[in-house]
């Protein structure tokens, strides 16, 4: 029994790391297509000139990088009781 948790939680834990992986690559490339956007996207941080539909998008986008966030942690967290229970 512990031996199946153990496999659950470390392999479980590798496949949400590459998922949430795919999901990070995901948000950059969508984030940034090219350098110039890369570099106005620090400019305007704040997005004080922008209209509520474009800080309305950027709440989106603020939601999706949390849920990122939320699965690589928990990705962490399986593969850390995988790897903690002895074999």
Do not use: C
């Amino acid at each position: 029994m512990r031996r199946m948790l153990d496999d659950t939680l470390t392999y479980g834990g590798w496949a949400l790391s590459l998922f949430a992986l795919l999901v990070w690559v995901w948000l950059a490339r969508r984030a940034f297509p090219n350098f110039d956007a890369f570099v106005k996207g620090f400019d305007d941080e704040l997005h004080l000139g922008a209209s509520p539909e474009e800080r309305a998008r950027s709440a989106r986008w603020y939601q999706v990088r949390q849920a990122a966030v939320a699965l690589t942690a928990v990705a962490a967290l399986s593969l850390s009781i995988g790897f903690a229970i002895p074999d």
